[in-house]
């Protein structure tokens, strides 16, 4: 073979191989969003017209399973809140769907099924994608104390206020998410709200973590809670 044909056959090769990586990059950046607006959008129309007939009750906590017997994979639902986050821009709203299954996370966000219920005493837990499926949580790192989470069932808004900065860790350091999760800082039983996301922004070696306490609630009938605007 001569050395004009291997080059020729490698450039070739080459041209193939960056051809793919593009279509690759395309499918990550501009697919995944075009999916996840898709489901989304059609989680909250859904929603809101389930609300207009009535209030919608958040699915019961799954209660853990035996040692040793793992848990059967739950079908992903329909969504049953709404989470805003002022400090993520206007405009930023997300459904709330429960679990955390990969097919959920791709609809919206996803409540971990097993802990609290909205606004119950304990810890309610939500997990969102930092990249892809719509980049939900892209800004995570923006978080400070002090900012508004708000979410509704429809009937009720709940003010919960971010406590410290996004905290780090493994994906294994399940105890972020347990009804008085560790190194969160809370001293004991109360209404938490958990979120997590995934890091670095391209990645998924580690967690982003972020720990808030319900600071107020609001009947939907008197209208958006002041830290709507903030």
């Not at 070739?12 to 607006?37: D, P, R």
């Not at 709330?96 to 990969?102: A, D, I, K, Q, R």
């Not at 997590?196 to 009947?219: K, N, V, Y």
């Amino acid at each position: 073979m001569s050395v004009r044909l291997i080059v020729r056959t490698f450039s070739e090769l080459c041209i193939t191989v960056g051809a793919l990586i593009v279509l690759f990059v395309v499918y990550v950046l501009f697919w995944t969003g075009v999916k996840a607006a898709d489901a989304t959008e059609g989680q909250i129309d859904a929603l809101h017209s389930r609300w207009a007939q009535g209030p919608v009750s958040a699915p019961a906590p799954q209660s853990s399973p035996a040692p040793g017997k793992p848990k059967a994979p739950k079908e992903s639902s329909a969504a049953f809140a709404m989470m805003y986050i002022p400090r993520f821009g206007k405009g930023w709203e997300w459904p709330v769907l429960e679990n955390t299954e990969v097919r959920t996370l791709q609809k919206g966000l996803g409540h971990y099924s097993g802990t609290a219920r909205l606004g119950a005493t304990g810890n309610f837990a939500v997990a969102g994608h930092r990249r892809t499926y719509g980049d939900p949580f892209k800004d995570f790192p923006k978080l400070r104390p002090g900012d508004a989470v708000l979410l509704t069932d429809g009937t009720t808004w709940f003010t919960y206020r971010v406590d410290k900065r996004p905290y780090r860790t493994v994906p294994s350091d399940i105890g972020v998410i347990d009804p008085v999760p560790r190194k969160s800082g809370f001293d004991g039983p109360g209404r938490y709200l958990t979120l997590t996301t995934c890091d670095p922004e391209w990645g998924s070696s580690h967690r982003l973590i972020a720990w808030a306490h319900l600071d107020a609630t609001r009947p939907v009938s008197e209208g958006k809670p002041a830290a709507f605007h903030s």
